[in-house]
């Protein structure tokens, strides 16, 4: 579909939407020779807000290179030593022999047959001191190039599944507390908001290390404006009225805005109506309904009861009142129902007690269209 709406990939320039405060912040942050931290659900701009910020800072004329790392797959520490290494070394070089070269100078392996295969180039084994070695070398190659660099590090919490991450995270904690100030940040990405908190806010890694950059939902104003300026390229035009109930039904999200203003710019020529945005909607819903179908058929009977009571506006989950109503069983097991969401990254559980759905297009699926409630 050929539309201004993007929503399949990162966006920068005129499409990038709000987030100037965040931006702000980041580019201050990164540009000070701190560490930063983002963990927000998925597809909630964390990458477009990273490209805008380097943009940004090219513009102001700062110096510097960038790298991404993704622990997507990553399960074990060998994964994730050889990842880390060779995605530094392939910054900077980019022959067999230039990369060969680094290799050598930072005490790594090359291997030549698997480079050969289009596989890795570095025989790693996970252990202690190759971990040591792979979170070291960021700083060695910015300090002996001269130059500031910026290791991107998403999925950052994948680094829980491999065996003993306590004892890695320990190990990456120390490194970064050693490690000279300045030419080297990371930048840890997580989109499972539950397991980054855990990671930085339970176990309290890399504490007084890093910085948090919140994302604050984008204003309605702010997707008014994204939306009739998009539908106008088209000679479109729609409603801020319509626009306005839609971010109420989304939250504001602004990868589930594009995408339904896609679908909309798709089923309509000029003017959009009324009827044009309630099938833009219920053909977004069907894209996404067998995820969240899912997402419902993988919950116990009680898990899904203790989700029916957060819809509800419920807070004292563990009184005997709202025990009884939704038929939790007791407190005790009240607390395992919450573990269990707060795993499956469905609910965030806040500090006064209450809970938010992490995902706006499943909450307002779940509620109009599992529990119906209208």
């Not at 996970?126 to 070291?136: F, T």
């Not at 829980?160 to 507390?177: C, G, K, M, N, S």
Request: hydrophobic share 45%.
């Amino acid at each position: 579909m050929d539309t201004v709406f993007t929503y399949d990939r990162y966006v920068t320039g005129k499409s990038f939407v709000g987030r100037r405060s965040e931006q702000d912040l980041l580019g201050s942050l990164l540009g000070s020779g701190s560490n930063v931290v983002i963990y927000e659900p998925p597809k909630t701009g964390k990458t477009s807000l990273l490209r805008e910020t380097f943009i940004g800072m090219r513009s102001s004329g700062m110096a510097f290179r960038a790298v991404d790392l993704s622990l997507m797959s990553v399960r074990s520490v060998r994964d994730l030593v050889s990842r880390l290494a060779s995605t530094v070394i392939g910054l900077y070089g980019s022959t067999p022999d230039e990369i060969a070269a680094l290799c050598e100078r930072y005490g790594f392996r090359f291997d030549a047959a698997s480079y050969a295969k289009g596989g890795g180039f570095l025989s790693l084994e996970g252990s202690d001191a190759d971990l040591r070695a792979a979170l070291n070398l960021p700083y060695r190659v910015a300090a002996d190039f001269n130059e500031r660099l910026f290791v991107c590090v998403f999925e950052f919490q994948n680094i829980l599944l491999v065996d003993d991450p306590d004892h890695v995270l320990q190990i990456f904690e120390e490194v970064v507390r050693k490690a000279p100030k300045g030419s080297c940040s990371w930048v840890w990405i997580g989109s499972m908001v539950n397991a980054m908190k855990d990671i930085f806010e339970q176990r309290r890694y890399f504490y007084k290390m890093v910085s948090r950059i919140k994302l604050e939902p984008i204003s309605v104003k702010e997707i008014e404006n994204h939306v009739t300026r998009g539908f106008l390229v088209s000679g479109k035009v729609i409603e801020k009225d319509l626009i306005r109930e839609v971010c109420a039904k989304l939250r504001c999200n602004i990868y589930y805005m594009n995408h339904f203003a896609a679908i909309c710019d798709g089923l309509s020529r000029g003017y959009i109506t009324q009827p044009v945005v309630e099938e833009s909607m219920l053909s977004l819903i069907a894209m996404h309904e067998p995820r969240f179908m899912a997402v419902m058929n993988g919950l116990t009977n009680f898990q899904v009861w203790l989700l029916r009571a957060i819809l509800d506006g419920e807070t004292k989950f563990s009184s005997s009142d709202v025990i009884a109503r939704y038929g939790l069983n007791s407190s005790a097991n009240v607390g395992r129902l919450k573990d269990a969401l707060a795993k499956k990254e469905i609910v965030s559980f806040l500090p006064d007690g209450g809970a938010a759905i992490l995902d706006p297009l499943f909450e307002y699926w779940v509620r109009k269209y599992f529990f119906g409630i209208e």
